[in-house]
């Protein structure tokens, strides 16, 4: 559905293989790790625009619960009555309830490229979009302390023994990745978690609260027990970690930014001497 971003997000793997293979060795499976890392610091920070742009409409819908909540119980039992209130609502502050999915629908696309374009070094592969079959080799080959990048845990023992490598080392390697991995979404998750407003919906606030110990034990059990390539952990790892830092840093931003806007909001909507006050504003 996306082979169209498989050709340029391998190149840009290409480019900083090309790099650190100049410096290392062009089969050093550090040259490789560095890439595949680079490669994914590279996509999200690309992605960086639209990510922020999330942040802000998730913020904005956020400020907006109390209010939405107070239309919700004023015409209980009226659905209709219920949508043209919110959607009026979002119009008068220049938000979407959708605000905070469309950013996230553009990056979904990047990060299956990346995911299958890791995946499609396979040792029956004469190319892998940019890589011709010398490229597929010098992946296949390199290996990260003995764990070859292209092989996986579950794999049978007679398969890693053919490849150069074994059970012990692929452990070795793997289960810290994992970890690592897991733990990176864990805390992203969690300190998402910490912002959301959870006495506008408790339902949503239980499942992503379900979701920060299910996401990490599901990469436990996907790396530990299906054909996830040391490679494609490593993927996880990077954007992870990268997850990790960036909602740091665009949260701060995001704060900032609607601590210096706070000011002239309470100044636009603090009524006229004689004015009504608005009642939903009342509730904000």
């Known amino acids: ?37 680079f490669l994914v610091f590279t996509i999200r920070a690309l992605l960086l625009r639209p990510a ?78 940019v890589f011709d079959r010398a490229g597929v080799e010098s992946f296949l080959g390199a290996d990260l302390f003995g764990a070859k990048l292209g092989n996986w845990l579950s ?31 864990y805390l992203s998750m969690r300190m998402s978690l910490r912002r959301q407003d959870t006495t506008a919906n408790p339902q949503v606030a239980t499942i992503s609260k379900a979701m920060m110990y299910l996401a990490p034990v599901g990469m436990l059990v996907s790396g530990s027990f299906f054909p996830m390539p040391i490679g494609v952990l490593l993927y996880f790892l990077a954007n992870n970690v990268w997850t990790f830092g960036q909602q740091r840093l665009l949260t701060g931003l995001v704060d900032r930014e609607r601590e210096e806007e706070r000011p002239v909001r309470r100044r636009a909507v603090t009524p006229r001497p004689g004015q009504k006050p608005d009642r939903r504003r009342g509730h904000s």
């Open 52 to 129: 922020l742009g999330q942040l802000r409409a998730a913020r904005r819908t956020q400020e907006l619960a109390p209010q939405i909540q107070w239309i919700r119980e004023k015409h209980r039992g009226d659905q209709p009555r219920i949508a043209r209130e919110i959607q009026q609502l979002h119009a008068e502050h220049g938000t979407s309830p959708f605000g905070g999915c469309l950013p996230a629908l553009i990056q979904l696309p990047a990060f299956l490229s990346l995911f299958w374009v890791l995946r499609g070094f396979t040792p029956d592969a004469q190319s892998n979009q």
């Open 155 to 185: 794999q049978p023992s007679a398969e890693l023994l053919a490849v150069g490598t074994d059970r012990a080392h692929m452990l070795a390697v793997g289960i810290p990745l994992i970890l690592l991995a897991g733990l990176a979404t």
């Open 1 to 37: 559905m996306f082979d169209f971003l498989l050709y340029p997000v391998s190149a840009v793997l290409w480019f900083w293989h090309a790099i650190f293979g100049s410096l290392l060795g062009h089969d050093s499976g550090l040259a490789w790790v560095l890439a595949i890392a």
